[in-house]
């Protein structure tokens, strides 16, 4: 094996008819390589390939440094937090966390259909909604006895994780400018900013995780983020997970 006129030093093994060559250092990243089986290759038989067998490959980009994702405390129970509102339409479907409102009583969380108990709500899967009003017979997760305790415990964990994604630099990694239209990219792990308005219309919006599940993505963005036709889907590929991406304005 070459990397161009350079030969890659290495070793060959055998087991049965598979060989293997296992390179002494690790590749290159975003380098291509030459691979030649010689005619000197034979089978069983002892007949030798008529030709060389060359074929070329490139190894992939080296992964980029990982953002140090921010500790959410009680707020991570949730897969819809705010402060004043949340309203949904009919059709609408969400599962694997809590809904919850911080500043507003139960009714400031609308167009959802009750469910059979307190909290339930039969869009919601696998999850519970909450609200500072709320009272018995609604429940709270240990070992908060009441709806202000609990509520009040969110709000302090949802400032403290706010404030970390605001920081600039991220511990883990230098922050990168965000394009202002993220239709058609593919982004890696990092650290995105920008002063502007965001959209993603133009096509969907990949985040790759180029195989690494704990990669993490901190979107900065002072100003408004609006999705649309022909795109505005965020597709997560090589698996990229939703529990990594977060999102917040600067400080």
Not at 155 to 160: A, E, H, K, S, V
Not at 196 to 222: K, M
């Amino acid at each position: 094996m070459k990397q161009g006129a350079t030969p890659v030093t290495g070793a060959v093994t055998y087991t049965g008819v598979t060989a293997v060559f296992t390179s002494a250092s690790n590749l290159a990243a975003g380098t291509t390589y030459t691979a030649t089986v010689t005619t000197g290759a034979k089978d069983l038989a002892g007949n030798a390939l008529a030709t060389n067998k060359v074929w070329t490959f490139t190894t992939g980009t080296a992964l980029a440094a990982n953002p140090t994702a921010p500790v959410l405390g009680e707020a991570g129970r949730f897969v819809l937090l705010a402060s004043q509102a949340i309203t949904t339409t009919v059709g609408s479907a969400v599962s694997n966390g809590g809904i919850g409102i911080i500043d507003r009583a139960r009714t400031f969380i609308s167009g959802f259909t009750p469910g059979a108990g307190p909290g339930t709500l039969v869009e919601l899967t696998n999850g519970l909604s909450y609200a500072p009003d709320d009272v018995t017979p609604f429940t709270f997760p240990a070992p908060y006895a009441s709806s202000v305790a609990f509520i009040t415990q969110v709000r302090t964990d949802l400032g403290i994780a706010y404030t970390f994604l605001a920081a600039d630099p991220n511990p883990g990694a230098p922050t990168q400018v965000l394009p202002i239209e993220l239709g058609e990219l593919t982004l890696t792990r990092g650290v995105y900013k920008t002063a502007f308005n965001v959209t993603i219309q133009t096509g969907d919006l990949t985040l790759d995780a180029q195989g690494n599940p704990n990669s993490v993505w901190i979107f900065t963005i002072d100003g408004t983020l609006t999705t649309g036709a022909p795109g505005g889907n965020i597709v997560l590929s090589n698996g990229a997970q939703a529990k990594n991406v977060y999102g917040g304005r600067p400080a």
